[in-house]
């Protein structure tokens, strides 16, 4: 074994000069893709999800997060961070966002789509020319949740550090606002189905009272078996109606009083640090990563290489 390190070792040694040519060759790469690359800011909001909110009011979850995408009704069910990360990275909240007004740090008003169309830079390797502001957008909005604690971590990039900031720090209200939008939107369509279904019922419980009234009425006298269990049927009928009609005057006032309730989905617990990409800390890693792929290549191949003449050298 030691005997094997030595020989390895040695075949190195013997061909430092393509190890030194590979290095120089792996600093000049990453030097140009430093320059290259363009200078951007990051920022972080932590935001958690308010889930003492009542399961009636909040509609989330894995299930809805695709159903309230498309606009679909589906049952109330309780709020769930990872309905957030799916709205998140949805086209619906991006177009909300690119119509914000941001500040830049020159102290220039504009909507984050005008920014983003005159400020975008990207590496000269990408094709950044062929994206539309959407897309920018949806791939510099980034988000982490904390399966345990349920927490968000919501990040923005951005060429200008203010606009970073400030992207950042309204995805909360964001968050709410597309939120009550939407759930507004439901509970509305929900009023005025029950208000339609209190109206049927009370009308079939106003019309089976009538036609147990009219009948005790015109049988007030009447003592035959036949006469007695229609006048029941029509009572039982009664009955069922009212019960109809006072379930659905309960759902009715529920869903009025879910229109009346408004109340943040999320609140920021945390704003993180603004930091910078680029500088000597990007340098570093650059030629760390570009130094260790070229030598471990450099190094397979000269194995290789001399694997391949001593079994060549066997042969003879």
């Known amino acids: 074994m030691g005997r094997d390190t030595q020989s390895i070792w040695k075949t190195f040694v013997s061909n430092k000069n393509l190890f030194f040519c590979a ?3 792996a600093i000049i790469v990453a030097a140009v893709v430093s320059i290259s690359t363009p200078t951007t800011y990051k920022s972080q909001e932590m935001l958690a999800v308010e889930w003492a909110s009542p399961m009636n009011v909040l509609v989330g979850a894995n299930e809805y997060a695709d159903d309230i995408l498309s606009h679909d009704q589906t049952p109330s069910i309780a709020t769930d961070a990872f309905t957030y990360t799916k709205i998140l990275s949805s086209p619906q909240l991006v177009d909300s966002i690119k119509n914000a007004v941001v500040t830049e740090s020159d102290g220039a008003v504009k909507t984050l789509e005008q920014h983003v169309r005159e400020s975008y830079t990207c590496p000269w390797w990408e094709k950044g020319g062929s994206l539309s502001v959407e897309d ?3 791939r510099r909005l980034k988000n982490e949740i904390k399966l345990k604690t349920g927490l968000i971590t919501v990040q923005y990039e951005d060429e ?3 606009v970073s900031s400030a992207i950042a720090s309204r995805m ?3 968050l709410d606002g597309y939120f009550r939008a939407m759930n507004t939107d439901r509970v509305k369509a929900e009023a005025d189905y029950y208000r339609r279904q209190a109206d049927e019922q009370k009308r079939a419980y106003e019309e089976s009272e009538r036609r147990y ?3 005790y009425d015109s049988h007030l006298d009447a003592n035959t078996q036949s006469g007695q269990n229609e006048l029941e049927y029509l009572r039982d009928e009664s009955e069922k109606r009212y019960a109809d009609y006072s379930k659905a005057c309960v759902m009715l006032k529920r ?6 309730q408004q109340l943040l989905v999320s609140s920021r617990l945390k704003t993180l640090q603004t930091f910078k ?3 000597l ?3 570093a890693v650059n030629i760390a990563v570009a130094l260790f792929y070229a030598l471990l290549l450099v190094a397979w191949w000269v194995l290789i290489r001399e694997r391949i003449r001593e079994t060549r050298k066997d042969k003879n």
């Open 160 to 162: 200008d550090a203010a």
């Open 281 to 283: 800390r990007t340098w």
């Open 23 to 25: 290095a120089a060759i």
């Open 172 to 174: 909360t209200t964001f």
């Open 136 to 138: 920018i957008i949806h």
């Open 213 to 215: 009234a009219a009948y």
């Open 255 to 260: 869903a009025e009083m879910r229109q009346q």
């Open 277 to 279: 990409s680029g500088g």
